[in-house]
């Protein structure tokens, strides 16, 4: 179930840069703050349950990498972000790292 908490964490990661990008814009600036807030509560709520049985490192940089990765593939497919092969293997190469960890476990 641990697991199941820090994947959870890692995707609920993505919505506060979400959040703060609506920020951005005056007619949104108050409901991204309060929707960037949400998500980091939440996101560290799940964080803290999974490190009951998941040690401290390991977890954190699952939780790092699946938001970095995600708020990336949002970015992109969202917000018109620049994308460049580079770009694309440098989230693979976190993603790699991400799975190497849960195999290492």
Do not use: C, N
Request: charged content about 5%; glycine content about 12%.
């Amino acid at each position: 179930m641990s697991w199941i908490y820090l994947v959870l964490a890692g995707l609920l990661e993505i919505g506060w840069p979400v959040g703060l990008k609506m920020a951005q814009a005056p007619q949104t600036r108050w409901s991204g703050i309060a929707i960037a807030v949400a998500f980091m509560a939440s996101s560290g709520f799940f964080l803290w349950l999974a490190q009951r049985h998941i040690p401290m490192g390991t977890a954190y940089a699952v939780w790092t990498g699946i938001g970095a990765a995600g708020t990336f593939m949002v970015g992109v497919l969202v917000y018109g972000d620049p994308s460049s092969l580079m770009r694309y293997v440098g989230v693979l190469l976190i993603v790699a790292g991400v799975a190497t960890l849960k195999l290492a476990h």
